[in-house]
């Protein structure tokens, strides 16, 4: 069964920068695996901020950035806004017609 | 405007059935593969279940193989999860989502599999 890794929780200041990672139980992510991003706050649908890797959706931010670290998925936000106090999510697609999500992202702006 | 909206959720008991509808509108429904999606309460999200645009490519989860079905009628421009035998594990919200695999630009294909738009999920509960 594959398993996506992300970071419970992290803490950013106002204005600071935060990197999300995004991993596999067995083996790397790459841009093969078409990672894409998804904030959540509660009570709301997700909204989709990045996919294929680096692209992002319509509308959001600059501050919001794709990349491959590694042998993982990234994002970073830089310059943190109070409202990007929310949840985040990764998927990867892994063929076939089959996602799978990562155990989600708390990052608290304060 | 591009929309989902997901209907048929409720309280089930444990066992039953329930099928969930969610209809597409502002865009060419029978052009996109879509997925379902669900969240159980304070939980993270979980892909469920997934369908190509002429049926011919169908996928579960593990967790809901051979309980849950999905399909979809392009006519009407709706989406469906028919959830059998449900189980207490099977509380969620569930939201469908459409995904845009690829796009043709520039004389290729850029592949991209994102779940680009959400409607605001059903709530489906099983308890006794």
């Known amino acids: 069964q594959t398993v996506v890794t992300q970071e419970p929780s992290f803490s950013v200041s106002p204005g600071g920068t935060v990197t999300i990672t995004c991993g596999l139980s067995?083996?790397?992510?790459?841009?093969?695996?078409?990672p894409s991003w998804y904030q959540q706050t509660p009570g709301q649908a997700p909204r989709t901020l990045i996919y294929?890797?680096?692209i992002r959706s319509s509308g959001v931010p600059d501050r919001f950035s794709g990349s491959i670290l590694g042998n993982k998925a990234a994002l970073t936000i830089t310059g943190a806004q109070a409202d990007d106090e929310s949840h985040y999510y990764c998927v990867l697609y892994l063929g076939s017609g089959t996602w799978v999500f990562g155990g989600g992202t708390k990052v608290t702006v304060l | 405007e591009v929309q989902l909206v997901e209907s048929g959720g409720g309280l089930v008991k444990p066992g039953g059935s329930l099928r969930l509808s969610c209809a597409a509108s502002?865009?060419?429904?029978?052009?996109?593969?879509m997925n379902w999606v669900r969240q159980a309460p304070g939980k993270g999200l979980e892909w469920v279940s997934s369908?190509?645009?002429?049926?011919?490519?169908?996928n579960y989860a593990d967790s809901v193989k051979g309980r849950f079905t999905i399909s979809r009628d392009n006519a009407k421009n709706s989406l469906y999860l028919e959830m059998n035998s449900l189980r207490a594990e099977d509380t969620a919200v569930y939201f469908c989502a459409r995904v845009e695999i690829s796009r043709y630009s520039s004389g290729w294909y850029n592949y991209y599999f994102v779940m680009d738009v959400w409607g605001q999920g059903t709530t489906v509960t099983v308890s006794s």
């Open positions: 294929s890797t680096n």
């Open positions: 502002g865009f060419t429904f029978s052009s996109y593969y």
């Open positions: 369908i190509s645009s002429r049926s011919d490519d169908i």
């Open positions: 067995s083996g790397s992510v790459s841009t093969r695996s078409y």
